[in-house]
T-cell receptor
Framework: GENVEQHPSTLSVQEGDSAVIKCTYSDSASNYFPWYKQELGKGPQLIIDIRSNVGEKKDQRIAVTLNKTAKHFSLHITETQPEDSAVYFCAASRADKIIFGKGTRLHILP | DGGITQSPKYLFRKEGQNVTLSCEQNLNHDAMYWYRQDPGQGLRLIYYSQIVNDFQKGDIAEGYSVSREKKESFPLTVTSAQKNPTAFYLC??????????????FGPGTRLTVT
């Protein structure tokens, strides 16, 4: 069946450095790729998304890229700050069917 | 949390008791979902409903039941048949944005502890 692979499962970066999380998807009909941030004890929050007709999208310190041919998409966080520490989930969606990656725990080191 | 409320935030039950988790949304979304999250794990789909009075099993439906009598509400019952019910339960809803894009939003979650 369709799946989404997310790597790495854990990522530690020094404060101020950049972090990159990568996902691959199997369903070539997926047309929407959201990213969620989950803080401890809370529900995931949608932080950025990208549609299949766009290759890159940026919102302040976060950016997403999409390579439809390779079925890869990535989340880039620049100038990381302590509040970026959380679990990040990628997802691939087609209509109202959404499949999530298993998550990346991001640690920002002081 | 995007107009999705879950109550209570923390719930404690004795083993062998059924318990119902509440989920309400005011986003006018047609589809609603229940996920289970275990410590350090990803999201596993329990049940989903695309329309009132209809719902489908997800990947781990055994030991759970749902109802969808109103568009705004999608309660989840954790029955005594669920062998490991202690977990963090997340409700979500999906609404159609522009084009054929469906955006999913999550509630704040309910942490259920069964002893």
């Amino acid at each position: 069946g369709e799946n989404v692979e997310q790597h790495p499962s854990t990522l530690s970066v020094q404060e101020g450095d950049s972090a990159v999380i990568k996902c691959t998807y199997s369903d070539s009909a997926s047309n929407y790729f959201p990213w969620y941030k989950q803080e401890l004890g809370k529900g995931p929050q949608l932080i950025i998304d990208i549609r299949s007709n766009v290759g890159e999208k940026k919102d302040q310190r976060i950016a997403v890229t999409l390579n439809k041919t390779a079925k890869h998409f990535s989340l880039h966080i620049t100038e990381t700050q302590p509040e970026d520490s959380a679990v990040y989930f990628c997802a691939a969606s087609r209509a109202d069917k959404i499949i999530f990656g298993k998550g990346t725990r991001l640690h920002i080191l002081p | 949390d995007g107009g999705i409320t879950q109550s209570p935030k923390y719930l404690f039950r004795k083993e062998g008791q059924n318990v119902t988790l509440s989920c309400e949304q005011n986003l006018n979304h047609d589809a609603m979902y229940w996920y289970r999250q275990d410590p350090g794990q990803g999201l596993r789909l329990i049940y989903y409903s695309q329309i009132v009075n209809d719902f489908q099993k997800g990947d781990i439906a055994e030991g759970y039941s749902v109802s969808r009598e109103k568009k705004e509400s999608f309660p989840l019952t954790v029955t005594s048949a669920q062998k490991n019910p202690t977990a963090f339960y997340l409700c979500a809803s999906t609404g159609r944005g522009t084009g054929m894009i469906y955006e999913q939003y999550f509630g704040p979650g309910t942490r259920l502890t069964v002893t």
